[in-house]
């Protein structure tokens, strides 16, 4: 027998059987604030870190504190960007 010849099997993802968009997007949403909320604290704690540390002349604390905002400006991007990215995931696999 021809292997060429024998039906090939059709294989989809089962998309009913996983519910609760809703849900998921509350919880996204509830993680991402929680994630910003911190991102912005840390960079108002890093900002003040960098500004004390370069009046007092401790080149140790203002590196540590530039490091440090550069970090949480970077966390409170890439928090903002994952709520687009989740929303256009979720969208994506509805049209499917």
Request: proline share 3%; net charge neutral.
């Amino acid at each position: 027998m021809n292997l060429s010849q024998l039906p090939l099997p059709v294989v989809r993802p089962d998309f009913g059987a996983v519910g609760g968009t809703s849900e998921l997007n509350a919880v996204v949403g509830a993680l991402l604030t929680y994630g910003l909320i911190v991102a912005v604290l840390m960079v108002i704690v890093c900002a003040t870190v960098w500004a004390f540390g370069s009046a007092q002349g401790s080149w140790q604390a203002a590196s540590r504190g530039k490091t440090g905002l550069l970090v949480a400006l970077a966390g409170a991007v890439l928090t903002g960007g994952a709520l687009a990215w989740a929303n256009w995931l979720i969208d994506l696999g509805a049209g499917l």
